[in-house]
């Protein structure tokens, strides 16, 4: 694998064979990249992501995200890796809303951080997704 010059990995990320990180990506924490995937420079990717076996990152992938694909699209919520997380029912739940108003919902990108923003005041998992959406100035997979 290649982690690029001033690349950030977060705690618990893991790395498979033949990745490529080009300069200037950040892993948070506990974030699987598979084995011949490759992010484009200064990429983010968000805490418990998960991106699939030779997925082509070329925009920011939110937390608790499944990206596939060249390029990178959503495939889900890594349920799998929040499970194995500790993460309980509820919190998996409210993560899945999050998801859908997001990727299923029809809603411009606007709005779903409108209605994120209000479901995050109860769910702090939520609010850290809503954060990385308020708080990077990149495009998202989507």
Not at 18 to 38: I, K, N, P, Q
Not at 56 to 76: H, K, T
Not at 110 to 117: F, I, N, W
Request: charged share 20%; proline share 4%.
């Amino acid at each position: 694998s290649h982690v690029g010059h001033d690349c950030q990995v977060g705690d618990g990320a893991i790395i498979a064979n033949s990745v490529a990180l080009a300069g200037h990506v950040t892993l948070e924490e506990h974030v699987h990249f598979g084995g011949l995937s490759a992010s484009h420079q200064f990429c983010k990717i968000g805490a418990h992501a998960f991106l699939q076996f030779a997925a082509g990152v070329n925009r920011d992938v939110p937390p608790f995200v499944v990206a596939s694909g060249i390029p990178a699209r959503p495939a889900g919520l890594n349920t799998e890796g929040l499970r194995r997380h500790g993460f309980d029912a509820d919190r998996v739940g409210a993560l899945k809303k999050a998801y859908k108003l997001l990727y299923r919902s029809g809603l411009r990108l606007e709005q779903a951080r409108a209605e994120l923003a209000a479901l995050a005041v109860d769910h702090p998992d939520v609010a850290r997704f809503s954060h990385f959406l308020e708080s990077n100035p990149r495009s998202i997979i989507r």
